[in-house]
């Protein structure tokens, strides 16, 4: 028995644990959706490089990495893909000039070996601003109801007020626990 295995036995407690991969363009609200998770104050600020947070909640310990979307970042993503639990995916409903090319990295994920059958979150976030796509649309856009290989969800939220991002988490939580 490990020490990390005794020393939870002697809590008492069976935390499970998890990886969830949080990804999306830049300017999509990662960063700010796991700030809310984190019950800390939101910052608007590009990531360079990546955030790693672990968030417990019910029993579950939830380690969520939190990838930079830039440009020149992206062709990194896929050095996080070993052993992810749930894909968090984040698009900017209000940028619907950038929504194909949310839709077109977003189809280049599904395809990597590492995360064949991953369930899949989409957060369609910014949908507190006008002129936001509505959630269906980027449903359309991303091909999700063409995913047959894989659970998947979207949920419209406002990372900003926190609205829905509680309840993606808890399908994110349902689908890690049901694993």
């Not at 992810?84 to 940028?95: A, G």
């Not at 977003?106 to 006008?130: M, T």
Request: charged share 25%; with cysteine.
């Amino acid at each position: 028995m490990g020490l990390l295995s005794f020393l939870r036995k002697i809590q008492g407690g069976s935390l499970k644990e998890c990886r969830l991969l949080l990804l999306g363009l830049d300017n999509a609200g990662k960063t700010t959706i796991l700030k809310y998770v984190a019950n800390e104050e939101p910052t608007v600020t590009p990531t360079q490089g990546f955030n790693i947070k672990s968030v417990q909640n019910g029993g579950l310990k939830m380690n969520v990495w939190d990838i930079g979307g830039q440009q020149k970042i992206r062709p990194y993503w896929r050095n996080y893909f070993q052993d992810t639990d749930v894909l968090i995916y984040v698009v900017d409903s209000h940028d619907r000039l950038r929504l194909e090319e949310s839709a077109a990295e977003f189809s280049e994920i599904l395809h990597e070996e590492k995360l064949v059958g991953v369930p899949v979150l989409v957060f369609a976030n910014k949908q507190d601003l006008c002129g936001a796509a509505p959630h269906s649309e980027v449903a359309s856009t991303l091909g999700l109801l063409m995913l047959k290989d894989r659970e998947w969800q979207i949920q419209p939220c406002s990372a900003l007020s926190g609205e829905g991002v509680q309840d993606g988490m808890e399908w994110v939580m349902k689908h890690v626990k049901g694993k």
